[in-house]
């Protein structure tokens, strides 16, 4: 009976920078370590995303003219 053992926070790596990050409430950016590497690998993750061809990324732009081609279709 080991309770100290149960006790030990589950650990992750920073997906970042492979820091080890211990999963509780005292990390809100888990599994990153911090702010600035869930950023990077946000902002990373968006970079590639907008070179996929063929994929339209929507965007405000996209956004304001879809709404824009729903109004017209959708008239009553
Ligand atoms: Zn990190």
Known sequence: MSQADSKRPLEVACPQCRKTVPWTTDHPYRPFC?????L???????????????????DETDIDAWLARADRDGSD
């Not at 911090?34 to 869930?38: D, N, P, T, V």
């Not at 690998?41 to 907008?50: I, K, N, P, V, Y």
């Open 40 to 58: 990077l690998d946000l902002g990373a993750w968006a970079d590639e995303s907008h070179r996929i061809a063929g994929e339209p990324a929507m």
């Open 34 to 38: 911090s702010k600035r590497c869930r």
